[in-house]
C-alpha cells in the first residue's frame, strides 16, 4: 500500500507533494485561493492513488493557466 511500481523502481505515493500552498481561503466559485482545489479535492488527496493525485495535478495546472 502507498506504493506503486514503475519500470523497475518503486514510487511511493507520499513522493508526489501535496499541491498546497498555503493560502487556504475558500472562494464563492468554491476553489481555494491559493492551490485551487475544491474541499472535496483537498480532503481526498491523502487518500489519493499516485495516479489519481497525478491527474489532479494536471487538471489543477490546467485551471491554473485558465484562471490567467
Known amino acids: 500500500v502507498g506504493e506503486a511500481r514503475e519500470g ?3 514510487v511511493r505515493v ?4 501535496s499541491p498546497c ?3 487556504c ?6 476553489f481555494c485561493d491559493g492551490c485551487l482545489r ?3 479535492e483537498i480532503a481526498a488527496w491523502p487518500s489519493m492513488s499516485r495516479e489519481d ?3 489532479l495535478l494536471e487538471i489543477l495546472d490546467f485551471r491554473r493557466r485558465r484562471a490567467v
Open 38 to 40: 475544491t474541499t472535496g
Open 25 to 30: 481561503r475558500m472562494r464563492d466559485d468554491g
Open 8 to 10: 523497475s523502481a518503486r
Open 21 to 23: 500552498v498555503a493560502v
Open 53 to 55: 493525485r497525478i491527474r
Open 14 to 17: 507520499a513522493d508526489i507533494p
